[in-house]
C-alpha cells in the first residue's frame, strides 16, 4: 500500500471524527438509526435557542438542532425550528409542538402535544407550532389595555390642569388665599372652643361624678324596694282586697235594698219620722225637768200637791226658759 493511499485514508478517517464528532457535539448522533428530525414554523420562538430541551408530557425525548429563517417568499420572516427526537414514540402529524417556559428566569423549551389520530408523523415532516403564553407575557398582555386607559387618564388630567391655571389667575388666587387665612383662623377659634369645653368638662367632672354615685345609690335603693315588694305577696293581697271590696258591695247593696238595721234606717220613711218625733218629745222632756223640777221630783213635808203638767208652746217654753 502506497504511502498516497495510506494518507488518503487518514484523512478521511479524520474528516469523518471531525463531522461525526461536529454533529455530536449538536446533539445529533449520525451513528443513532432511531433519531427523527422534524421541523415546526413560528413567526416568535420566545427566547428558544438550539439546544433547547424536546419534552413529551415532561419527559426529556430530544432537542433543538438549528434555528433559522424561512426562505420561502411567501413566508419570510418566519422561523423554522429544526429538532430531533431520540425515543421511539409515535404520534401523528397532527400533533402540535408548543414553545413554553418552565420558569419565568429561564429558558424556553419545546413540548410535543401528541396526536394519535391520523397518519404517524415520520422524520422530516412539519409539524404545528403553537406558543404558550409566559408569566411575563400574559402580564403585559393585560397591562396593555390598562396602559392605553392610564395614557388616556393621564391626558385628560393635563387638559383638566391646564384649564385650572387658566381659571386660576392673579385674584382668584390671592382669594383663594385669603379664604385659607380664615379658615386657618377659624380653625384656631375652634380649637380655642374645644379648650374652653375641655376645661368645663374637667371642673364639671366631680359632679358628674357624684351624680353618677347618687345615680348607683337610687338604683340600689329600687332595686331593694322591687324586690320587697316581689317577695311581698302582692297577689294574695290584691285577692284579699277584692274578697273586701266584694264584701263592701254586699253591704252596700244590702243597705241600698233595705235589708238590715242601716238599710231599714236609710229606706224607712216612717221610722225616720218616728225617731224624729221622738227626738223631739225627749227634747221637750228634757227642757221641762230643766224649768220644773219640782213637778218631776216631788217633796213636801206638809203634803203639797204638785202642780199638774200643762204642755207648753215652743214660743213659751223659750220665754220661760230666758227669765
Not at 429538532?83 to 429558558?107: N, Q, R, T
Amino acid at each position: 500500500m502506497s504511502k498516497e493511499l495510506k494518507t488518503g485514508i487518514v484523512a478521511i478517517v479524520i474528516i469523518a471524527i471531525f463531522i461525526w464528532g461536529y454533529n455530536f457535539l449538536k446533539g445529533q448522533n449520525l451513528f443513532d438509526t432511531n433519531t427523527r428530525y422534524f421541523k415546526v414554523e413560528y413567526t416568535n420562538i420566545g427566547g428558544l435557542t438550539e439546544s433547547s430541551l424536546v419534552t413529551i408530557n415532561g419527559l426529556k425525548v430530544g432537542k433543538v438542532i438549528d434555528i433559522g429563517f424561512n426562505k420561502a417568499e411567501d413566508k419570510k420572516g418566519q422561523l423554522v425550528v429544526r429538532f430531533a427526537i431520540e425515543k421511539d414514540f409515535k404520534f401523528s402529524k397532527k400533533s402540535i409542538v408548543k414553545i413554553y417556559s418552565p420558569s419565568p428566569l429561564g429558558g424556553s423549551n419545546l413540548a410535543i402535544i401528541p396526536n394519535y389520530e391520523g397518519e404517524d408523523a415520520v422524520s422530516g415532516d412539519y409539524l404545528k407550532g403553537q406558543i404558550e403564553s409566559s408569566l411575563f407575557t400574559s402580564i403585559g398582555e393585560r397591562l396593555d389595555p390598562l396602559q392605553a386607559k392610564l395614557e388616556h387618564v393621564i391626558i385628560s388630567a393635563d387638559t383638566l390642569f391646564k384649564n385650572v391655571n387658566n381659571v386660576l389667575d392673579l385674584n382668584t388666587q390671592n382669594s383663594l388665599k385669603n379664604s385659607v387665612k380664615s379658615l386657618e383662623h377659624t380653625l384656631a377659634e375652634v380649637k380655642k372652643m374645644m379648650f374652653s369645653v375641655n376645661g368645663m368638662i374637667a371642673s364639671t367632672s366631680t359632679d358628674l361624678t357624684e351624680s353618677v354615685k347618687n345615680t348607683k345609690v337610687i338604683t340600689a335603693n329600687f332595686a331593694k324596694v322591687s324586690d320587697t315588694l316581689a317577695n311581698a305577696n302582692i297577689g294574695g293581697i290584691l285577692n284579699k282586697a277584692e274578697v273586701t271590696l266584694n264584701s263592701v258591695n254586699l253591704m252596700l247593696e244590702g243597705i241600698h235594698s233595705g235589708k238590715g238595721t242601716i238599710g231599714k234606717l236609710v229606706t224607712d220613711d216612717a221610722m225616720y219620722n218616728n225617731l224624729t218625733s221622738m227626738s223631739k218629745e225627749l227634747e221637750n222632756l228634757l227642757r221641762e225637768m230643766k224649768l220644773n223640777p219640782k213637778r218631776f221630783v216631788h217633796f213636801s213635808l206638809f203634803g203639797k200637791k204638785a202642780k199638774p203638767y200643762t204642755p207648753h208652746k215652743d214660743g213659751e217654753v223659750e220665754k220661760e226658759a230666758n227669765k
